[in-house]
């Protein structure tokens, strides 16, 4: 045991280091400011939105229309000047839009006859941000149709709201998970469970291939160095030295992904913040626990233990891989077949209905032992807890034959004759 | 004089190729036994296979008595090897390398602590111990790595190609140092394709050819036997080339 730490001691050094960690914290630095930033931006398009307004018809409709859109937390801006300095001034102070009453407008609405409002969308830029406030001047049109729409048909004696009359059929939304069922739009649940998880796919994505290609570069740089020659004559047990080095790489890659985990984190609130807050007055989080959606430890723990097979079966397969190569320039391009076998049920399980696809496929996802942590991701909403251990039992069952097929070449010659693409014959004597 | 290592009927195959061919030797204690031949002689395949890193097709190796085939963790107790042109792990300093393997080769603090004082003693590296690896020079990482193999105090170090590209200055010390460690008592097998540094450095030398040892003898032996000038010299004249 004393060696085992001994190895992973030097392992964690030979791992750990400044080359390492700087693009990290740099990574790690980046995501977060910019979730800060997005954050920041989200929140301020929550304030009110500011509108310029050039009331060129000054009729009691125009006014109207202005003060609607006062009622609906505008920070309207009137303007008694051409359009053109407007404009220019608007850009300056970085506005989205103007808006133009032409005259007539007031006449023609009293004539019960469509006019048309002049909008003037500002292109600064064709960031996301600029987009969504281009849109909040597009939803101030909507306030201005509504309340004419309203007047038009007070005026008709119609006892019927605008909104009615757009949507005479409205919507009281259910979702059914197992069996309990909870009123609640299914946009918002998904967005629930999606903000949930969204991490888990990026996390396990990378953990597997960080932790895969530590390991097989630590096999490949330790034959380029010749240090392993030297270990395995050393007086050490040769599986002592496949596990440490198994679970140094685990080690580092797990504290590694925590770390760019608090980056993501802070991104993902960031670019979701507005997107996926729930209604004022809903605990979405309550109603998603009534429903049983609730991520509470266990659920955490599952997930986490599928995900930590999944890591050993990468490092278990990425222990060999790093022994076929001669040099670390290969070892990425050997390591390319295990980041698409990572990659295929992330995309696969992505974009597919698992209970609908062909057997073929859903035996072959099934057969892929990191599919386990993105079906475990779902299966936990549905209470498929079984699916998940038998998912679990199977990831050790696979780790364990690469473990000991790993254990095994370190235990022969074949640590020093495997390689890609030369005969054996070709090995130095 | 005690037998350390004796090697009999030695042999390896890759694949359908006979990289060893049956090779037999015996080397006693402050014995400096230089195997010598060409580039892919069979010398590296020898020398690791009775590192305990190759297996061997047939044949046999005793070290003190006992049987590599069957005794393989005890014989790694008892040897250390010393690969050509290995290195060390880059980002660990000389002082940590020391270590790490001081406590590969012992659990007892006290002993790990006289195997880091010998080594640094033979390194002769300085305070630049204190420095990563990967920024030594080839000399000052080979003296390193000869440290690192004799600290132990092994009954049979392993030396392959213990001065290959090194500059006049840096091959000298490395020989003085080997040199020494015999004398202390040490039996060291080393292998070299310059056979003037094996003939000022070893007492007995076996010259390998195609897997075969063609002659073995005394550097002064060799070249009364072969009415020589020197080690090359015989070579050239038993391997008929």
């Known amino acids: 045991m004393n060696k085992f730490f001994v190895l992973v001691k030097k392992e964690i050094k030979e791992l750990i280091t400044i080359e390492m960690i700087l693009p990290l914290i740099i990574m790690v630095v980046m995501f977060a400011s910019i979730g800060n930033l997005l954050s920041s931006e989200t929140k301020k398009m929550a304030t009110p939105q500011a509108l310029w307004i050039i009331n060129e018809d ?85 306030v201005v149709n509504r309340h004419f729409l309203d007047e038009w048909l007070k005026n008709k004696n119609i006892n019927i709201k605008a909104d009615d009359l757009i949507q005479p059929v409205g919507l009281e939304e259910y979702v059914v998970i ?3 069922q909870a009123k609640i739009p299914l946009a918002q649940a998904m967005n629930f469970i999606t903000k949930q998880t969204t991490l888990i796919p990026i996390i396990l994505f990378m953990v597997i291939i960080l932790a895969a290609q530590m390991v097989a570069m630590s096999v490949a740089n330790e034959k380029e160095n010749k240090t392993l020659e030297t270990l395995l004559s050393s007086p050490v047990d040769r599986k002592t030295i496949v596990f ?25 609130n960031g670019i979701s913040g507005g997107a996926l807050s729930s209604p004022a007055g809903q605990d979405i989080g309550q109603v998603m626990s009534d429903l049983g959606v609730s991520f ?51 995309f696969l399980i992505m974009f597919l209905d698992i209970n609908t696809v062909s057997s073929a496929i859903k035996y072959l996802l099934y057969a892929i032992p990191f599919s386990h942590p993105f079906l475990a991701a779902q299966k936990i909403i549905t209470h498929d807890y079984l699916f998940i251990i038998y998912g679990i039992v199977y990831q050790a069952f696979i780790f364990l034959i690469f473990v000991i097929i790993a254990a095994k070449i370190f235990s022969s010659d074949k640590v020093f004759t495997l390689r890609l693409g030369k005969k054996k014959s070709e090995i130095k004597n | 004089m005690q037998k350390i290592l004796e090697v009999k009927n030695l042999k390896k195959n890759y694949g359908n190729l006979e990289a060893v061919k049956g ?38 190796v005793l070290l003190c008595g006992e049987d590599l085939q069957k005794n393989s963790d005890k014989i790694r107790r008892m040897i250390s090897y010393l690969p050509e042109e290995a290195g060390a792990y880059k980002n660990l300093t000389g002082l940590d390398y ?46 390193l790595m000869l440290a690192r193999a004799v600290m132990s105090r092994p009954k049979l170090a392993i030396l392959d190609e213990p001065t290959s590209g090194l500059d006049v200055i840096n091959g000298f010390e490395i020989r003085k140092i080997i040199k020494r460690l015999a ?59």
């Open chain 1, 58 to 142: 000054g009729s009691s409709s125009a006014n109207e229309a202005i003060e609607e859109l006062k009622k609906a937390k505008y920070e309207i801006v009137l303007f008694n000047q051409k359009i053109e300095p407007v404009l220019k001034e608007a850009k300056q102070k970085n506005i989205s839009g103007v808006l133009v009453f032409s005259p007539g407008f007031g006449q023609g609405i009293e004539k019960f006859e469509v006019q048309k409002i002049k909008l003037y969308s500002i292109v600064s830029n064709f960031s996301l941000i600029s987009s969504i406030k281009s849109q909040g001047t597009m939803t101030a049109i909507g």
């Open chain 1, 178 to 180: 197992g069996d309990k």
């Open chain 1, 244 to 268: 440490a080095k198994l679970f140094s790489a685990g080690l580092v890659a797990i504290l590694f992904s925590g770390v760019y985990m608090i980056g993501f984190n802070y991104y993902i």
């Open chain 1, 296 to 346: 509470g430890i266990g659920s955490y723990a599952l997930l986490g233990i599928s995900l930590f097979f999944g890591i050993l079966v990468a490092l278990a397969i990425a222990i060999i891989l790093g022994i076929l190569v001669e040099s670390v320039k290969s070892v990425q391009a050997v390591t390319t077949p295990l980041m698409i076998l990572v990659l295929l049920p992330y």
């Open chain 2, 23 to 60: 090779v037999s030797f015996d080397i006693f204690e402050n014995e400096i036994f230089g195997l010598v031949g060409p580039n892919g002689a069979g010398k590296s395949t020898v020398l690791k296979i009775i590192a305990t890193i190759l297996s061997m097709n047939g044949g046999q």
């Open chain 2, 98 to 143: 020391l270590n790490f393997m001081a406590a590969i080769y012992t659990d007892d603090r006290k002993k790990q602590k006289e195997f880091l004082e010998f080594g640094k003693e033979i390194s002769n590296l300085g305070s630049r111990l204190k420095d990563k690896a990967k920024t030594y020079s080839k000399g000052m990482t080979r003296k």
């Open chain 2, 183 to 241: 004398d202390e008592g040490m039996a060291v097998l080393l292998s070299s394709h310059n056979m003037l540094e094996v003939e000022f450095l070893s007492e007995k030398v076996a010259m390998i050819d195609k897997g075969e040892i063609k002659a073995e003898g005394s550097p002064l032996e060799l070249k009364n036997r072969y009415n020589s000038q020197n080690l090359e010299e015989v070579f050239i004249k038993i391997a008929n080339y």
